[in-house]
T-cell receptor, first 114, second 113 residues
Framework: NAGVTQTPKFQVLKTGQSMTLQCAQD?????MYWYRQDPGMGLRLIYY???????DKGEVPNGYNVSRLNKREFSLRLESAAPSQTSVYFC?????????????FGPGTRLTVT | SQQGEEDPQALSIQEGENATMNCSYK?????LQWYRQNSGRGLVHLIL?????REKHSGRLRVTLDTSKKSSSLLITASRAADTASYFC?????????????FGTGTKLQVIP
């Protein structure tokens, strides 16, 4: 089991460029999440998908879109990158979204927007 | 605003000492989880305590939960250099039929060999 994988690991964008961050999990989990982590801010939820075919906004969704392509894959798209989106992005998955189940995290994508 | 706030923000101890980190939160929760993050890596789940539990142990980890004070603590006993990492609490509460998890800002632990 690879767990949760993310691509790319690093990316530098110019302001206004677009890109898609990819995430895949091989644990047959229903729920998937996208977070961003900024110094001193902890992790903030951008979007989540409770199950295949559904997506919902989290705490900081502005400037982002997501696609739950199938049960395995959950992508995050920046349509027009801004310097404020410089951050480390983590994808996570969980087996169920009711009750107390742990989240499994990918290794992260470090994004710099200049 | 963040649901969980850890304190201290940073902690430096000698190997073999115990490390205690605290987490305070604002609203009712279903459970509280602690995660660990090594530098440049993703978070790894350590332990979960449910709202009806007061204490839980896992190896060298001891977690307590006081729902009346809306606080939790993570104790790492007999610390090792390999415990150097950031530790995050995450509170989970039902919201619209789904469990919403909110992470705190973390405590950065340094264990000096």
């Amino acid at each position: 089991n690879a767990g949760v994988t993310q691509t790319p690991k690093f990316q530098v964008l110019k302001t206004g460029q677009s890109m898609t961050l990819q995430c895949a999990q091989d644990m047959n989990h229903n729920s998937m999440y996208w977070y961003r982590q900024d110094p001193g801010m902890g992790l903030r939820l951008i979007y989540y998908s409770a199950s295949e075919g559904t997506t919902d906004k989290g705490e900081v969704p502005n400037g982002y879109n997501v696609s739950r392509l199938n049960k395995r894959e959950f992508s995050l798209r920046l349509e027009s990158a801004a310097p404020s989106q410089t951050s480390v992005y983590f994808c996570a998955s969980r087996d169920r979204d009711r009750g107390g189940y742990e989240q499994y995290f990918g290794p992260g994508t470090r994004l710099t927007v200049t | 605003s963040q649901q969980g706030e850890e304190d201290p923000q940073a902690l430096s101890i000698q190997e073999g000492e115990n490390a205690t980190m605290n987490c305070s939160y604002k609203t009712s929760i279903n459970n509280l989880q602690w995660y660990r993050q090594n530098s440049g890596r993703g978070l790894v789940h350590l332990i979960l305590i449910r709202s009806n539990e007061r204490e839980k142990h896992s190896g060298r980890l001891r977690v307590t939960l006081d729902t009346s004070k809306k606080s939790s603590s993570l104790l790492i006993t007999a610390s090792r250099a390999a415990d150097t990492a950031s530790y995050f609490c995450a509170t989970a509460a039902l919201s619209g039929g789904y469990q919403k998890v909110t992470f705190g800002t973390g405590t950065k632990l340094q264990v000096i060999p």
